[in-house]
């Protein structure tokens, strides 16, 4: 770990690839290279088979890596030498349909053949990976006002990209020009971000490790997509989880996009 490193951190399916899009432009403003280059070479993913842990010890500083591994299994340094780390998360309803919209369109990779209710019962015993989600989330809560730490949500992004940028910017102590401001707003919508073959993961595709048909890698990118997919008896039970393991936290989701302009 180094001091200069900025690490990208969340539970699956809760936005990285957006944050992570934002802090490589935020970092670098580099437009063609977030266009011509794949996003997990510019950014190691550190778990991830594509790239090793020598091929990341030996990438130049500053590094921008990120990860989905839980803060207890992060490498022990980041606790003394505390680089810069963006945490991203998502309400955990939005969070569930997406993850398994994911891993049964990459079911060659994950081998995934459950239906929706099966994956919804596996993610409230925390039996899909990574979890359990409420642990991965209140570890980094307990720790947001830490200066080497940044806490969004998916929702923050989503109700003012522009302002989150700003933030990002702030935090990275990164003095942005209102041009660049909203030339990173532009690349970093939904619209732009789902066609660009570099951030969409279009490999997964063309390697033909992904039926698109069933859900392409950057699906929808609404807040509320839940309520078309979860039952009554489904919302009411992850409502129950939701209370139980964020009561006392000060935590709170916002799970519509009525709320959102409400809040």
Not at 50 to 66: A, F, G, M, N, Y
Not at 179 to 202: A, G
Request: neutral net charge; glycine residues 4%; contains cysteine.
């Amino acid at each position: 770990v180094r001091e200069n490193d900025v690490w990208v951190v969340g539970y699956p399916r809760s936005g990285m690839t957006w944050i992570q899009e934002i802090v490589y432009l935020v970092q670098t403003l580099d437009f063609e290279g977030s266009r011509s280059i794949d996003c997990d070479e510019r950014i190691p993913y550190l778990e991830f088979p594509t790239s090793t842990l020598t091929d990341l010890s030996e990438k130049p500083s500053p590094r921008i890596i990120k990860t989905h591994l839980p803060l207890k299994l992060l490498p022990t340094q980041i606790q003394t030498i505390q680089p810069k780390m963006v945490y991203i998360t998502r309400n955990p309803k939005d969070v569930v349909v997406s993850y398994f919209h994911l891993v049964s369109s990459i079911q060659s990779l994950t081998r995934y053949k459950g239906k929706l209710e099966d994956f919804v019962d596996a993610f409230l015993v925390d039996r899909v990976p990574y979890s359990p989600w409420s642990t991965h989330v209140l570890e980094f809560w307990e720790i947001k006002d830490q200066p080497n730490v940044l806490f969004l949500t998916y929702e923050d992004l989503q109700k003012d990209l522009e302002g989150s940028i700003r933030k990002v910017a702030a935090f990275l102590e990164k003095d942005l020009k209102n041009e660049d401001v909203q030339k990173i707003v532009k690349h970093c919508s939904f619209d732009e971000m789902k066609t660009n073959p570099s951030v969409n993961h279009q490999w997964l595709t063309d390697r033909q490790f992904q039926d698109p048909k069933k859900a392409e890698f950057l699906r929808k990118g609404k807040v509320g997509d839940w309520k078309n997919f979860l039952s009554k008896e489904q919302d009411d039970k992850l409502n129950v989880k939701i209370a139980l393991k964020l009561k006392h936290s000060g935590l709170f989701f916002h799970y519509m996009e009525a709320e959102l302009s409400n809040s």
